[in-house]
């Protein structure tokens, strides 16, 4: 699982025309890409550095001081560049795999007490945030 986490000041996700997640003031993104060998220990774990890492203003987490975390489902992470023009995908979990698991990501954030809003999987989603600092993560799982 490879999670690119950015720090905000505000995000929103819209679908057609409609905002459909978001939120105002600091928090975090967390764009989710599932590749074909993840399960429940890379959603445990994942979840868990969302949660805990201490990337927000004075070195505090989203659990220290209840920031909501935005997470996007996000194939493209695994795309394949090394050859030619045109990324390959193969390294992306096909989507019944993928969304469980982007799913259970939420849903473990959410029993650690997490305000979390989300896209909606598969859709073309328009999503703004303005980076704070910037702060940009790449987390592997």
Do not use: C
């Amino acid at each position: 699982m490879r999670t690119v986490i950015q720090r905000v000041d505000g995000a929103a996700v819209h679908v057609d025309g409609e905002q459909v997640g978001g939120f105002t003031g600091q928090g975090l993104v967390a764009l989710v890409g599932v590749t074909h060998d993840d399960g429940p220990s890379e959603v445990e774990k994942t979840a868990r550095k969302i949660a805990d890492l201490r990337i927000l203003r004075d070195e505090r987490s989203v659990t220290d001081v209840g920031a909501p975390v935005l997470v996007i489902s996000q194939f493209t992470l695994h795309a394949d560049v090394r050859k030619g023009r045109r990324p390959s995908w193969n390294g992306a979990a096909p989507a019944d795999v993928a969304e469980p698991l982007v799913d259970a990501v939420v849903a473990a954030l959410r029993e650690r007490g997490v305000q979390v809003e989300t896209g909606r999987f598969g859709a073309d989603m328009r999503v703004s945030l303005v980076n704070d600092g910037p702060v940009t993560i790449v987390l592997d799982v």
